[in-house]
């Protein structure tokens, strides 16, 4: 089956430490998204990308890293510089092009909790 | 950038309707409509795109008033498994599929 699979799904970290979240989808999408989302809160975009090699900053993107070296994979780096980075982070995919109405396909989600 | 979402919280009796809006200050290519159960990933409801066309379940619906920017979710005759945090989310013209949410409308329909 198709899916979105991001990993861990459960991750704690100590302050100072950079940790990376893994987004894999095998649904042949173009199109990839990092989403984080505080308790109780909407979900906000940090980074996206739309084609290999190639990604833009969402609205809180200070902070974070990411590549997109192959088509399937998207991973998240939460580096030390991002001061509070506990929270729910969200991969998504989505199609483009002609005939692909663009709904967003999401993974389950990595939970980030900083000791 | 982000689009606004009214209201914040809805409390419903099962079989009650409720509408859920969204609204830009920019032009927008799509809007699209989700929901998410606690502890959960969004599940896609509804997408609704600039000149009309629209996919989504068949018991949701919801409208986009290209003029305004806005755009509607439809729930009637609610259910128990309605509940649960909804979220629109805007793409606008122009804008590369940059796709942004608004800050979410909690339901809870009780017995």
């Known amino acids: 089956d198709g899916g979105i699979t991001q990993s861990p799904k459960y991750l704690f970290r100590k302050e100072g430490q950079n940790v990376t979240l893994s987004c894999e989808q095998n649904l042949n999408h173009d199109a990839m998204y990092w989403y984080r989302q505080d308790p109780g809160q909407g979900l906000r975009l940090i980074y996206y990308s739309q084609i290999v090699n190639d990604f833009q900053k969402g609205d809180i993107a200070e902070g974070y890293s990411v590549s997109r070296e192959k088509k399937e994979s998207f991973p998240l780096t939460v580096t030390s510089a991002q001061k509070n980075p506990t929270a729910f982070y969200l991969c998504?995919?989505?199609?483009?092009?002609?005939?692909?109405?663009?709904?967003?396909?999401f993974g389950e989600g990595s939970r980030l909790t900083v000791l | 950038q982000q689009p606004v979402q009214s209201p914040q919280a809805v409390i419903l009796r099962e079989g009650e309707d409720a509408v859920i809006n969204c609204s830009s200050s920019?032009?927008?290519?799509?809007v699209h409509w989700y929901r998410q159960k606690h502890g959960e990933a969004p599940v896609f409801l509804m997408i609704l795109l600039k000149g009309g066309e629209q996919k989504g379940h068949e018991k949701i619906s919801a409208s986009f008033n290209e003029k305004k920017q806005q755009s509607s979710l439809y729930l009637t005759a609610s259910q128990l498994s309605y509940s649960g945090t909804y979220f629109c989310?805007?793409?606008?013209?122009?804008?590369?599929?940059?796709?942004?949410f608004g800050g979410g409308t909690r339901l809870m329909v009780k017995p």
């Open positions: 920019k032009a927008l290519y799509s």
């Open positions: 989310g805007t793409e606008m013209v122009n804008a590369g599929n940059m796709l942004t």
């Open positions: 998504a995919s989505k199609p483009l092009g002609t005939g692909a109405y663009g709904e967003l396909f």
